[in-house]
């Protein structure tokens, strides 16, 4: 298998399961199929929600690239990005915390999250199931 990769720009709206589905096409692991759907789930909520702000307006541009070892997924929004010392992916120690669950959730459900220097895109990667 070669290196394949495909664009996407949707409008920044909740209706995400279509692109959802989409997007894990490939995947035919069942196992790795719903940890990636939970993880690209929140990556995308949080684009919509956080990143453009709940407006449709906006769009988000999102890239699969397929390698022989690596699923990969970048997501990019519109906003002002995510600030770095939120990156972490660590739990809010307050349970009632308005935000911060999502990119826990991502660190979980990927082995590899990279973010721009921006903080407007995110890149997360796994290794393809055997």
């Not at 692109?19 to 990556?43: H, R, T, Y």
């Not at 990969?72 to 929004?77: A, K």
Request: positive net charge; proline residues 6%.
């Amino acid at each position: 298998m070669a290196l394949r990769w495909a664009d996407y720009i949707t409008p920044s709206t909740l209706h995400l399961a279509p692109l959802l589905e989409l997007l894990l096409e490939p995947i035919s692991c069942a196992d790795q199929l719903a940890a990636l759907q939970l993880g690209l789930q929140e990556v995308l909520v949080n684009a919509v929600r956080h990143g453009n702000g709940g407006d449709p307006s906006k769009c988000l541009r999102v890239r699969r690239i397929l390698t022989p070892h690596w699923l990969v997924f970048q997501v990019q929004d519109e906003g002002c990005g995510v600030p770095i010392q939120v990156r972490t992916g660590v739990l809010p120690d307050r349970p009632d915390a308005v935000g911060g669950r999502g990119i826990f959730l991502m660190h979980q459900c990927f082995e590899d999250v990279r973010w721009s220097r921006r903080g407007n895109r995110v890149q997360v990667a796994v290794r393809r199931a055997a």
